[in-house]
């Protein structure tokens, strides 16, 4: 074979393998995606921030990111959030609560756009699964899924059609690492109206395939009615929106339960606040102690998903989940230590039965407001500002199942650790020294006795 063919094979060879490689992804079925997606994080009260007097004005701006909590998103932040162990990212958004530039045309910010490029781009930089979606966007569909005005119904579709065509152009060429979301929290609490809701989600479907490209594979996820287990297993169990890309599709619900627990704020005169959740975590003598929604609930739930969803070839996106920790610590007659172990269970059993029971991906509420508010309590995860843990109960929970990757066995290198092996390797299994002393190596990533140190 002449050099000229030789070369001519070896550029065939590299594009053949370049094709293969571009399709590996999006071929790689869902039921894998799931499980790499676990555990995911919320990029809450950021980009979906914004007051609903803007709806279908430009007014929001550049400057919403920070309205609802105080720091713009960075780099920076998004690689401490993968070093915590999380594997994705959720970032809802707002488009038509002001960030329309063009009403009569419902025409997304091109800058607005940008700026959440960016931040999918960090996400993306890092190895993480994303999923962008329409948020609560100022209720001007979500609150509006049960109209059944003719008039009303068309021009939500139109616009809904309008949104997501641009935003799916605006993505087209991301890999399969990026996820599209129809909406957020569609209130529909029976069956006509999440027959309204499925033609809604079959708008988006239609409207993302459309625009062709990487899009005709990427993965949809759609919600269930009021994102609530047992409305979704009721009424759209056997009603769902068609898609003409076949196991391309994930369903999403929340999960917010017990309102006691999670939500509420202060007793009131039909029930008390639950300070305690889960075995061993009650206090004796309090009011406060949980009486329903407990381990054998949570269990029964996310059961109803995977017999009606998971089983059937669609996994289930728990979009979101959470609940405040509370400071009771002045409280007579209440435990502090208690509490903290409740939110700890809490966190740590949601994300323990996803994982045993396969097909759902956990995704965890986090508004970056470092303060409790006493009893009222808080549902922040990490300070963004500070680069730190805020919830430390509710990361050690989460970290018990999805460990941080700060804890997979790569160490530090200190000045006395050497080598009781002659050699010391790349990651690549070439040997990089024969001396036993790894300080006198430049930073990186070495292999050492069979683990791996980091130098830096």
């Known amino acids: 074979m002449t050099m000229i063919k030789r070369i001519a094979s070896i550029i065939l060879l590299l594009a053949t393998l370049s094709t293969v490689e571009a399709q590996t992804g999006f071929d790689k079925p869902v039921s894998q995606m799931i499980e790499e997606m676990a555990p995911g994080w919320n990029l809450g009260n950021t980009m979906e921030a914004g007051n609903n007097a803007n709806n279908f004005t430009n007014k929001g701006g550049l400057g919403a990111e920070t309205s609802w909590q105080q720091t713009k998103t960075t780099q920076q932040i998004i690689d401490y959030v993968k070093s915590m162990g999380f594997k994705s990212v959720r970032i809802p958004c707002a488009w038509v609560m002001g960030h329309i530039s063009d009403a009569s045309a419902y025409t997304i910010d091109t800058q607005w756009i940008a700026r959440v490029k960016e931040i999918v781009d960090y996400c993306i930089n ?25 008039n009303t119904i068309n021009r939500n579709k139109t616009i809904l059609h309008t949104i997501w065509t641009q935003i799916a152009t605006a993505f087209q060429d ?4 990026l996820l599209f979301a129809g909406l957020n929290e569609p209130n ?49 169990k056997n009603n769902m929106p068609e898609d003409t890309t076949e196991g391309r599709m994930m369903i999403e619900v929340h999960y917010y339960n017990p309102w006691q627990f999670w939500g509420m704020e202060k007793d009131e005169n039909w029930g008390k606040v639950f300070y305690y959740w889960g075995a ?42 959470g609940a405040n920790w509370r400071d009771i610590s002045n409280l007579a007659g209440e435990s502090q230590d208690k509490h903290n172990a409740s939110i700890k269970a809490h966190y740590r059993e949601l994300h323990r039965l996803c994982k045993e029971l396969g ?3 956990p995704y965890v509420w986090d508004i970056n407001v470092a303060n409790r508010e006493g009893t009222k309590g ?3 995860l990490i300070n963004r500002s500070t680069l730190s843990v805020y919830c430390t109960y509710a990361m050690e929970g989460i970290n018990e199942i999805y460990p941080q990757s700060g804890q997979t066995g790569i160490d530090k290198i200190s000045s006395s650790l050497q080598s009781t092996s002659p050699a010391i390797y790349n990651l690549y299994g070439m040997k990089v020294s024969e001396t036993s002393d790894l300080c006198d ?14 130098k830096q």
């Not at 990186?444 to 980091?454: E, T």
């Open 126 to 150: 890092d190895g993480l699964y994303v999923i962008i979606n329409d948020h609560w966007d100022g209720g001007w569909l979500e609150n509006h899924i049960a109209d059944s005005d003719i």
């Open 174 to 177: 991301y890999d399969e690492h």
């Open 188 to 236: 529909a609490d029976n069956q006509n109206a999440t027959n309204n809701l499925v033609e809604y989600e079959q708008v988006f479907i239609d409207a993302v395939r459309a625009t062709g490209g990487n899009n005709a594979r990427r993965v949809l996820v759609i919600q269930g009615p009021s994102t609530d287990i047992n409305h979704t297993c009721n009424y759209m």
């Open 280 to 321: 061993g975590n009650h206090q004796n003598g309090s009011q406060h102690n949980a009486t329903w929604g407990e381990e054998d609930e949570m269990r029964n739930q996310l059961m109803k998903m995977k017999t009606n969803f998971v089983d059937k070839g669609i996994p289930v996106v728990i979009g979101e989940f």
């Open 359 to 361: 097909g759902m991906a």
């Open 378 to 380: 808080i549902m922040t």
């Open 441 to 454: 190596l430049p930073a990186g990533i070495y292999l050492m006795n069979g683990k791996k140190y980091v």
